[in-house]
Protein backbone atom coordinates (compact mmCIF):
# COMPACT_ATOMS: atom_id res chain seq x y z
CA UNK A 1 0.00 0.00 0.00
CA UNK A 2 0.86 3.73 -1.00
CA UNK A 3 0.40 6.10 1.50
CA UNK A 4 0.76 10.27 0.83
CA UNK A 5 1.13 12.28 4.43
CA UNK A 6 -0.15 15.45 4.49
CA UNK A 7 0.57 17.84 7.01
CA UNK A 8 3.36 16.29 8.22
CA UNK A 9 6.74 17.67 10.25
CA UNK A 10 9.88 15.11 11.38
CA UNK A 11 8.30 14.27 14.47
CA UNK A 12 5.73 12.10 12.41
CA UNK A 13 8.64 10.19 10.58
CA UNK A 14 10.35 9.12 13.62
CA UNK A 15 7.23 6.94 14.29
CA UNK A 16 5.61 6.11 10.94
CA UNK A 17 8.83 5.22 8.87
CA UNK A 18 9.96 2.33 10.97
CA UNK A 19 6.94 0.89 11.23
CA UNK A 20 6.16 1.16 7.59
CA UNK A 21 8.96 -0.90 6.98
CA UNK A 22 7.59 -3.83 9.30
CA UNK A 23 3.64 -3.61 7.18
CA UNK A 24 5.84 -3.08 3.58
CA UNK A 25 3.77 0.17 3.10
CA UNK A 26 5.77 2.85 1.05
CA UNK A 27 5.07 6.42 2.65
CA UNK A 28 5.36 9.95 0.97
CA UNK A 29 5.50 12.28 3.56
CA UNK A 30 4.21 16.21 2.33
CA UNK A 31 5.15 19.01 4.45
CA UNK A 32 1.86 20.86 2.98
CA UNK A 33 -1.74 20.92 3.92
CA UNK A 34 -4.28 18.91 2.38
CA UNK A 35 -6.27 21.07 -0.03
CA UNK A 36 -7.27 21.51 -3.62
CA UNK A 37 -3.77 22.98 -4.72
CA UNK A 38 -2.28 19.89 -3.48
CA UNK A 39 -4.36 16.99 -3.92
CA UNK A 40 -2.54 15.94 -7.25
CA UNK A 41 0.23 14.79 -5.00
CA UNK A 42 -1.73 12.07 -4.07
CA UNK A 43 -2.15 10.99 -7.66
CA UNK A 44 -1.15 7.30 -7.60
CA UNK A 45 -1.55 6.31 -3.86
CA UNK A 46 -4.31 3.97 -2.28
CA UNK A 47 -4.89 6.35 0.62
CA UNK A 48 -3.79 9.97 2.06
CA UNK A 49 -3.42 10.05 6.00
CA UNK A 50 -4.21 13.81 7.24
CA UNK A 51 -3.84 16.07 10.43
CA UNK A 52 -6.42 17.88 12.30
CA UNK A 53 -6.05 20.96 10.22
CA UNK A 54 -6.21 19.27 7.08
CA UNK A 55 -9.52 19.90 5.20
CA UNK A 56 -10.97 17.73 3.51
CA UNK A 57 -14.49 18.32 1.62
CA UNK A 58 -17.07 17.26 -0.68
CA UNK A 59 -14.90 18.28 -3.81
CA UNK A 60 -11.46 17.16 -2.14
CA UNK A 61 -13.49 13.67 -1.36
CA UNK A 62 -14.64 13.47 -5.28
CA UNK A 63 -11.08 14.35 -6.64
CA UNK A 64 -9.68 11.57 -4.39
CA UNK A 65 -12.22 8.65 -5.69
CA UNK A 66 -11.48 9.74 -9.20
CA UNK A 67 -7.69 9.57 -8.59
CA UNK A 68 -8.84 6.33 -6.93
CA UNK A 69 -7.77 6.51 -3.42
CA UNK A 70 -9.57 4.32 -1.16
CA UNK A 71 -8.94 5.75 2.28
CA UNK A 72 -8.42 8.93 4.18
CA UNK A 73 -6.63 7.55 7.39
CA UNK A 74 -6.57 10.15 10.07
CA UNK A 75 -4.04 10.63 12.37
CA UNK A 76 -6.72 12.05 15.39
CA UNK A 77 -9.94 10.55 17.27
CA UNK A 78 -11.59 13.84 16.22
CA UNK A 79 -12.93 13.85 12.20
CA UNK A 80 -14.88 17.25 11.74
CA UNK A 81 -12.43 18.51 9.68
CA UNK A 82 -13.90 15.39 7.09
CA UNK A 83 -16.96 15.75 5.00
CA UNK A 84 -17.82 12.06 6.02
CA UNK A 85 -21.06 12.46 4.15
CA UNK A 86 -19.79 13.29 1.17
CA UNK A 87 -17.12 10.36 1.77
CA UNK A 88 -19.84 7.21 2.41
CA UNK A 89 -19.49 5.09 0.13
CA UNK A 90 -16.33 6.71 -1.75
CA UNK A 91 -13.87 6.73 0.07
CA UNK A 92 -13.40 5.10 3.92
CA UNK A 93 -13.10 6.99 6.64
CA UNK A 94 -10.57 5.83 9.15
CA UNK A 95 -9.51 7.43 12.55
CA UNK A 96 -7.12 6.83 15.57
CA UNK A 97 -10.23 6.75 18.42
CA UNK A 98 -7.91 6.12 21.53
CA UNK A 99 -4.01 6.46 21.33
CA UNK A 100 -3.54 8.06 25.15
CA UNK A 101 -6.72 9.79 27.00
CA UNK A 102 -4.16 10.32 30.06
CA UNK A 103 -1.60 12.12 27.95
CA UNK A 104 -4.51 15.00 27.24
CA UNK A 105 -5.97 14.51 30.24
CA UNK A 106 -2.54 15.74 31.80
CA UNK A 107 -2.38 18.31 29.48
CA UNK A 108 -5.88 20.06 31.22
CA UNK A 109 -5.01 19.47 34.26
CA UNK A 110 -1.40 20.81 33.72
CA UNK A 111 -2.69 24.32 32.06
CA UNK A 112 -5.25 24.43 34.92
CA UNK A 113 -2.44 24.34 37.36
CA UNK A 114 -0.13 26.72 35.23
CA UNK A 115 -3.02 29.71 35.12
CA UNK A 116 -4.51 29.18 38.22
CA UNK A 117 -1.31 29.29 39.88
CA UNK A 118 0.13 31.82 37.34
CA UNK A 119 3.42 29.78 36.54
CA UNK A 120 3.57 31.44 33.07
CA UNK A 121 4.00 34.92 34.86
CA UNK A 122 6.42 33.43 37.77
CA UNK A 123 8.60 32.11 35.20
CA UNK A 124 9.35 35.41 33.28
CA UNK A 125 9.60 37.10 36.53
CA UNK A 126 12.27 34.88 37.92
CA UNK A 127 14.45 34.65 34.53
CA UNK A 128 14.66 38.56 35.41
CA UNK A 129 15.67 37.67 39.00
CA UNK A 130 11.97 39.66 40.22
CA UNK A 131 10.95 37.62 43.28
CA UNK A 132 7.83 39.20 43.97
CA UNK A 133 4.89 37.51 44.76
CA UNK A 134 2.45 40.37 44.33
CA UNK A 135 -0.23 39.52 41.68
CA UNK A 136 1.01 35.21 41.94
CA UNK A 137 -1.77 34.23 44.28
CA UNK A 138 -3.71 31.29 43.04
CA UNK A 139 -6.39 29.37 44.71
CA UNK A 140 -6.92 25.51 46.48
CA UNK A 141 -8.20 23.11 44.15
CA UNK A 142 -9.15 20.69 46.85
CA UNK A 143 -12.98 20.66 47.71
CA UNK A 144 -13.32 22.74 44.92
CA UNK A 145 -16.15 21.43 42.14
CA UNK A 146 -15.25 20.49 38.72
CA UNK A 147 -17.12 20.47 35.62
CA UNK A 148 -15.93 17.98 32.85
CA UNK A 149 -18.02 17.89 29.60
CA UNK A 150 -17.86 14.93 27.82
CA UNK A 151 -16.96 11.36 29.32
CA UNK A 152 -15.41 9.39 26.52
CA UNK A 153 -11.75 8.02 27.56
CA UNK A 154 -10.35 11.57 28.06
CA UNK A 155 -12.94 12.79 29.90
CA UNK A 156 -12.61 9.73 31.77
CA UNK A 157 -8.86 10.14 32.45
CA UNK A 158 -9.81 14.05 33.61
CA UNK A 159 -11.77 13.08 35.97
CA UNK A 160 -9.69 10.32 37.67
CA UNK A 161 -7.35 12.92 37.91
CA UNK A 162 -9.56 15.44 39.25
CA UNK A 163 -10.72 13.69 41.95
CA UNK A 164 -6.97 13.10 43.00
CA UNK A 165 -6.83 16.40 44.16
CA UNK A 166 -9.98 15.91 45.77
CA UNK A 167 -12.11 18.10 43.92
CA UNK A 168 -16.38 17.29 43.84
CA UNK A 169 -16.19 16.40 39.85
CA UNK A 170 -19.24 17.37 37.88
CA UNK A 171 -19.95 15.13 34.39
CA UNK A 172 -22.20 16.21 31.41
CA UNK A 173 -22.48 13.70 28.32
CA UNK A 174 -25.64 12.94 26.00
CA UNK A 175 -24.40 9.19 26.21
CA UNK A 176 -23.35 8.74 30.02
CA UNK A 177 -21.16 5.40 31.00
CA UNK A 178 -21.66 3.37 33.83
CA UNK A 179 -18.30 3.16 34.84
CA UNK A 180 -17.67 7.08 35.65
CA UNK A 181 -17.12 7.77 39.39
CA UNK A 182 -18.79 11.29 38.95
CA UNK A 183 -22.22 12.97 39.29
CA UNK A 184 -23.85 13.24 35.83
CA UNK A 185 -25.61 16.51 35.67
CA UNK A 186 -27.37 18.75 33.10
CA UNK A 187 -25.50 20.68 31.04
CA UNK A 188 -26.60 24.06 32.92
CA UNK A 189 -26.15 23.05 36.32
CA UNK A 190 -22.95 21.72 35.86
CA UNK A 191 -21.95 25.27 34.24
CA UNK A 192 -23.62 26.99 36.85
CA UNK A 193 -22.20 25.21 39.48
CA UNK A 194 -18.89 24.35 38.51
CA UNK A 195 -15.25 26.25 39.60
CA UNK A 196 -13.59 24.41 36.44
CA UNK A 197 -14.78 23.68 33.50
CA UNK A 198 -12.75 21.61 31.33
CA UNK A 199 -14.39 20.57 27.74
CA UNK A 200 -13.41 17.03 26.57
CA UNK A 201 -16.45 16.57 23.78
CA UNK A 202 -15.78 16.25 19.82
CA UNK A 203 -16.90 19.07 18.00
CA UNK A 204 -20.38 18.57 16.20
CA UNK A 205 -23.20 20.69 15.03
CA UNK A 206 -24.67 20.25 18.57
CA UNK A 207 -21.64 21.27 20.22
CA UNK A 208 -20.91 24.04 18.04
CA UNK A 209 -20.16 27.25 20.13
CA UNK A 210 -20.80 24.93 23.23
CA UNK A 211 -19.69 27.84 25.58
CA UNK A 212 -21.20 31.22 24.34
CA UNK A 213 -22.46 34.15 25.62
CA UNK A 214 -25.70 32.74 27.54
CA UNK A 215 -23.64 29.71 29.27
CA UNK A 216 -21.08 32.45 30.23
CA UNK A 217 -23.66 34.60 31.76
CA UNK A 218 -24.69 31.37 33.64
CA UNK A 219 -20.87 30.97 34.76
CA UNK A 220 -19.39 31.50 38.37
CA UNK A 221 -17.11 34.46 38.85
CA UNK A 222 -14.39 33.53 38.59
CA UNK A 223 -14.44 30.45 36.82
CA UNK A 224 -11.83 28.79 35.39
CA UNK A 225 -12.29 27.30 31.64
CA UNK A 226 -9.89 24.66 29.68
CA UNK A 227 -10.24 23.39 26.47
CA UNK A 228 -8.08 21.11 24.94
CA UNK A 229 -10.56 19.65 22.94
CA UNK A 230 -11.88 21.47 19.36
CA UNK A 231 -11.69 25.14 19.44
CA UNK A 232 -15.10 25.43 17.56
CA UNK A 233 -16.50 24.03 21.04
CA UNK A 234 -16.36 28.15 22.17
CA UNK A 235 -17.10 31.41 21.06
CA UNK A 236 -14.20 33.27 21.00
CA UNK A 237 -15.93 36.71 20.77
CA UNK A 238 -17.86 35.84 23.65
CA UNK A 239 -15.27 34.66 25.29
CA UNK A 240 -13.21 37.84 25.16
CA UNK A 241 -16.31 39.57 26.11
CA UNK A 242 -16.32 37.11 29.32
CA UNK A 243 -12.23 37.80 30.07
CA UNK A 244 -12.99 41.96 29.64
CA UNK A 245 -15.65 41.72 32.03
CA UNK A 246 -13.55 39.48 34.44
CA UNK A 247 -15.61 36.80 34.65
CA UNK A 248 -12.83 34.35 34.39
CA UNK A 249 -10.09 33.75 37.07
CA UNK A 250 -8.51 31.74 34.32
CA UNK A 251 -8.31 30.20 30.96
CA UNK A 252 -6.18 27.82 29.24
CA UNK A 253 -6.91 27.12 25.69
CA UNK A 254 -4.68 24.44 23.74
CA UNK A 255 -7.21 24.86 20.83
CA UNK A 256 -8.24 27.40 19.05
CA UNK A 257 -11.56 28.15 16.08
CA UNK A 258 -8.99 29.45 13.56
CA UNK A 259 -5.96 27.49 14.21
CA UNK A 260 -5.25 26.61 10.60
CA UNK A 261 -2.19 28.37 9.59
CA UNK A 262 -1.31 29.09 12.52
CA UNK A 263 -0.70 26.40 15.11
CA UNK A 264 2.06 23.29 14.18
CA UNK A 265 3.58 26.44 12.31
CA UNK A 266 6.18 28.43 13.53
CA UNK A 267 4.64 32.22 13.32
CA UNK A 268 7.37 34.07 15.01
CA UNK A 269 8.26 36.41 12.57
CA UNK A 270 4.34 36.88 10.97
CA UNK A 271 2.10 39.67 11.71
CA UNK A 272 -0.84 37.69 13.06
CA UNK A 273 -4.01 38.45 11.17
CA UNK A 274 -6.37 37.09 13.72
CA UNK A 275 -7.69 40.07 15.29
CA UNK A 276 -9.09 37.76 18.12
CA UNK A 277 -5.65 35.31 18.94
CA UNK A 278 -4.20 38.49 19.01
CA UNK A 279 -6.47 39.68 21.88
CA UNK A 280 -6.62 36.46 23.71
CA UNK A 281 -2.78 36.80 23.82
CA UNK A 282 -2.90 40.17 25.87
CA UNK A 283 -4.93 38.76 28.67
CA UNK A 284 -2.95 37.85 31.30
CA UNK A 285 -4.61 35.05 32.93
CA UNK A 286 -4.99 33.22 29.78
CA UNK A 287 -2.61 30.81 28.66
CA UNK A 288 -3.09 29.69 24.60
CA UNK A 289 -0.69 26.40 23.93
CA UNK A 290 -0.75 25.03 20.23
CA UNK A 291 -2.72 21.69 20.23
CA UNK A 292 -0.02 20.18 21.70
CA UNK A 293 -2.03 18.19 24.76
CA UNK A 294 -1.65 14.79 22.98
CA UNK A 295 1.91 15.17 22.11
CA UNK A 296 3.83 12.79 24.32
CA UNK A 297 5.80 9.40 22.96
CA UNK A 298 3.63 7.06 24.39
CA UNK A 299 0.77 8.76 22.06
CA UNK A 300 2.85 9.26 18.89
CA UNK A 301 3.61 5.78 19.27
CA UNK A 302 -0.34 4.54 19.43
CA UNK A 303 -1.03 7.04 16.95
CA UNK A 304 1.49 5.48 14.66
CA UNK A 305 0.41 2.22 15.03
CA UNK A 306 -3.20 1.94 15.06
CA UNK A 307 -3.24 4.10 11.56
CA UNK A 308 -0.93 2.04 9.85
CA UNK A 309 -3.39 -1.35 11.83
CA UNK A 310 -6.02 0.85 10.08
CA UNK A 311 -4.55 1.00 6.35
CA UNK A 312 -3.47 -2.79 6.94
CA UNK A 313 -6.98 -3.59 7.81
CA UNK A 314 -8.23 -1.65 4.45
CA UNK A 315 -5.33 -3.33 2.25
CA UNK A 316 -6.35 -7.32 3.18
CA UNK A 317 -9.76 -6.94 3.34
CA UNK A 318 -10.18 -6.87 7.54
CA UNK A 319 -13.74 -5.20 9.80
CA UNK A 320 -12.80 -1.83 9.56
CA UNK A 321 -13.35 -1.21 13.43
CA UNK A 322 -12.82 2.13 13.44
CA UNK A 323 -14.48 3.83 10.30
CA UNK A 324 -16.22 6.85 11.16
CA UNK A 325 -19.94 6.58 10.50
CA UNK A 326 -22.37 9.37 9.49
CA UNK A 327 -23.91 8.43 13.31
CA UNK A 328 -20.00 9.49 14.30
CA UNK A 329 -20.27 5.81 15.15
CA UNK A 330 -17.61 3.52 14.64
Known amino acids: MKIAFYGTKPYDRIWFEPLAADYGFE ?6 PCKEETIALAEGYDAICIFVNDYVDKKLIDKLYEMGVKAILLR ?6 VDVRAAQGKVAVLRVPSYSPEAVAEFAVTLL ?8 KAYNRTRDFNMSLNG ?9 VAGVVGTGKIGQAMIRILKGFGMQVLAYDPYPAEEVQAEYVPLEEL ?9 HCPLTADTKNLICRESIARMKEGVYLINTSRGGLIDTEALIEGLLQKKFAGVGLDVYD ?16 DENLARLMTFPNVIITSHMGFFTMEAMQAIAIE ?14 VNSVQLSGQT
Open 191 to 199: ISRADVISL
Open 136 to 144: LMGSDLNHK
Open 76 to 81: SAGFNH
Open 113 to 120: LAVNRHIH
Open 258 to 273: EEEGIFYEDCSEDIIE
Open 27 to 32: LRFIEL
Open 307 to 320: TLENAYALENGLPL
